[in-house]
């Protein structure tokens, strides 16, 4: 989240006119605050070289409508220090501005956690959520309910099997068995 603005006013003497802070420094990432005076204009936003190791603005061109305002954001992702040159442009290069841009390291805080001799002590477990010892065990034990569907599908395809009478559906019943056998052992044995 930023926690600086690098505030630039457009339109505000003129058509099309610049208005930004010959320098700026910042510990992190920010945004560029435009705010448009005047009718809608195309703002373009580059980082040099310099300010673009350690730091990327989200689009270069950015269209603002009239009396309005916009936030860029500029992330900051690298570390160390770095000072660059920031270009504002606005209408397509109509007037065009530079701001030194100065990222330092951001100061060390010291994080403090205070415990208490109350997390020494066991916590109490909480109740079951209820439910019956049918449910608790197959949690418990997923090989189990790899079985009980292995025995739905046996009993599905061998009632289709007995019903239908054709060699396909008796194959197809076949083929049940083998994967029910195969995913039994692989269940149980954890191969």
Same mark, same amino acid.
């Given at each position: 989240?930023?926690?600086?603005?690098?505030?630039?006013?457009?339109?505000?003497?003129?058509?099309?006119?610049?208005?930004?802070?010959?320098?700026?420094?910042?510990?992190?990432?920010?945004?560029?605050?435009?705010?448009?005076?005047?009718?809608?204009?195309?703002?373009?936003i580059h980082l040099d070289?310099?300010?673009?190791?350690?730091?990327?603005?989200?689009?270069?061109?950015?269209?603002?409508?009239?009396?309005?305002?916009?936030?860029?954001?500029?992330?900051?992702?690298?570390?160390?220090?770095?000072?660059?040159?920031?270009?504002?442009?606005?209408?397509?290069?109509?007037?065009?501005?530079?701001?030194?841009?100065r990222i330092t390291e951001?100061?060390?805080?010291?994080?403090?956690?205070?415990?208490?001799e109350s997390l020494s002590?066991?916590?109490?477990?909480?109740?079951?959520?209820?439910?019956?010892?049918?449910?608790? +065990? *197959?949690?418990?034990?997923?090989?189990? %309910? !790899?079985?009980?569907?292995?025995? /739905?599908?046996? @009993? &599905?395809?061998? =009632?289709? +099997? *007995?019903?239908?009478?054709?060699?396909? %559906? !008796?194959?197809?019943?076949?083929? /049940?068995?083998? @994967? &029910?056998?195969? =995913?039994?052992?692989?269940?149980?044995?954890?191969?």
């Amino acid at each position: 989240m930023p926690g600086d603005t690098l505030p630039v006013h457009v339109n505000r003497d003129s058509l099309h006119a610049l208005e930004v802070p010959d320098a700026f420094e910042t510990d992190g990432s920010f945004d560029v605050g435009v705010v448009n005076h005047g009718g809608s204009v195309h703002v373009h936003i580059h980082l040099d070289d310099d300010l673009s190791e350690i730091a990327t603005v989200e689009a270069g061109n950015h269209f603002v409508d009239s009396e309005s305002q916009r936030a860029v954001h500029v992330s900051v992702d690298g570390a160390g220090e770095a000072t660059g040159t920031l270009k504002i442009a606005s209408a397509y290069g109509a007037e065009t501005r530079y701001v030194t841009v100065r990222i330092t390291e951001p100061e060390e805080t010291e994080r403090t956690v205070e415990v208490d001799e109350s997390l020494s002590q066991p916590q109490p477990r909480q109740p079951d959520s209820g439910g019956d010892g049918a449910t608790a +065990a *197959l949690a418990a034990s997923p090989q189990l %309910v !790899v079985v009980a569907l292995g025995v /739905v599908a046996l @009993g &599905v395809a061998t =009632a289709l +099997a *007995l019903l239908v009478d054709e060699v396909v %559906v !008796v194959a197809g019943a076949l083929a /049940v068995l083998v @994967g &029910v056998v195969v =995913a039994a052992y692989i269940a149980f044995t954890g191969a």
